[in-house]
């Protein structure tokens, strides 16, 4: 791999403004027709810019040098000049699968995305709640009833032709279970806690179908799905995510999506 970081400074007009037509005119068309595989125009403040590109060879880093000069005599109305050029062979790199998506950070979109974007995160925040909330207190509920073995439940468990004292040991796992849904962090045991959840509620369901009990078996369906969206909607504080191989993240303005083939070279 072989990369080019060029350093701008602008004389006239606004970063924004020159990121839009960049963005509109050439991050697309330009960086296929030279060969790039990644492009990247960065803010650095004060009016300057920096843009990097990667080539799968030197030689398409050098058959780009014309392709330059034509976008920055496209964009001779914001002045802009060129401070300073890096070359050079990739000797160390790594990519996160964020890299393969494209950012239009635009200051005109930004406003509308932000607001978006926080309807979205509050609208799954409260989805979040309920359904977690909901799984938390019939697992609580359950587990208690489970250990007392109240009549109710004794009498479930003896019709699918379960030992009783199978009542208290459920019951003892699903006390902790919901504890561990509710409480921060301990991403790992919230996984254990939705894995438990899932196993007891489909074996709950198959033990009724199988004795053709399917009105029953709908409780536990539904209990089910609940688990699974919670599962689903659970913020990344509270997921337990392998630790990322030493990804390099830049705040770009807008990205050309790179040649996945590319990417798993990098990895």
Not at 34 to 40: E, I, K, N, Q
Not at 67 to 92: H, N, P, W, Y
Not at 126 to 152: C, F, H, K, Q, S
């Amino acid at each position: 791999m072989y990369a080019i970081i060029r350093c701008y400074r602008m004389g006239a007009g606004s970063i924004d403004a020159m990121a839009q037509r960049v963005d509109k005119e050439f991050a697309n068309r330009v960086p296929e027709e030279v060969g790039a595989v990644l492009y990247m125009a960065i803010d650095t403040g004060d009016d300057t810019a920096m843009t990097v590109t990667l080539f799968e060879t030197e030689d398409a880093g050098r058959r780009s040098e014309a392709a330059v000069v034509r976008v920055r005599e496209s964009l001779a109305e914001f002045q802009v000049e060129e401070t300073d050029v890096f070359k050079g062979e990739v000797m160390v790199s790594r990519a996160a699968d964020k890299v393969l998506e494209p950012v239009h950070q635009l200051t005109n979109l930004a406003g509308s995305a932000a607001s978006s974007r926080a309807a979205s995160s509050r609208s799954h925040t409260i989805a979040y709640g309920i359904t977690t909330m909901i799984i938390a207190t019939e697992l609580t509920v359950g587990g208690v009833w489970d250990i007392l073995r109240i009549p109710r439940v004794r009498e479930v468990i003896e019709h699918l032709g379960y030992p009783t004292y199978f009542l208290v040991i459920m019951g003892i796992w699903k006390i902790p279970g919901a504890v561990a849904l509710l409480v921060p962090r301990f991403p790992r045991l919230k996984e254990w806690a939705y894995a438990g959840a899932v196993f007891n509620y489909t074996a709950a369901a198959a033990s009724h179908l199988v004795i053709g009990d399917v009105r029953p078996a709908l409780n536990p369906i539904i209990f089910t799905g609940i688990t699974l969206a919670s599962w689903a909607l659970r913020p990344s504080s509270r997921r337990d995510l392998a630790p990322n191989g030493g990804s390099w993240r830049v705040m770009s303005l807008l990205t050309k999506r790179p040649n996945p083939t590319w990417l798993q070279r990098l990895r």
